[in-house]
């Protein structure tokens, strides 16, 4: 989780640079190409701007509801935020290894699903043993989960 909030600050800061450093510099530089009706460059300068200002609030929103996460709330044996989870794809007889994640982190070619996508919400809540029918845009999976490591066990 600490990650995620080095990323989002990360993020903000660079869209920080870019609000109050950079975009002032085009809009200067547009201006002084004289009528701002016609003017593309101002235009797109200034909805760059809008858009910079949009994803900050944004991305503060996410990180004061991540500060605010409650770990004790997360289930130390079922599948929860944060859980590795190694499951048999029971279909193609293949083990794969997912961590749950916020959707900031998901990264499917490392393994890394958002706890929204899917297979996430399939798998939240179970245990080892459990067998899950998930429903996919290609059809459906049946997972069975061979080990878990939640949060806790990974701190």
Known sequence: MEDLIKKLQSEITALEYELHVELPREIARARALGDLSENAEYHAAKERQSYVDARMSQLRKRMREWSM??????????????SEVVVLDTRKDEEITY?????????????KISTT?????GLLGKVIGDVVKIQIPGGSKEL???????IHDLA
């Open 144 to 150: 069975e989960i061979l080990k878990l490591s939640t």
């Open 69 to 82: 996460v409650d770990l004790s709330k997360i289930p130390r044996d079922r599948v929860g935020l944060g």
């Open 117 to 121: 996508s899917p297979i996430g919400r």
């Open 99 to 111: 961590k749950l994640v916020a959707s900031e982190e998901a990264d499917v070619n490392n393994g």
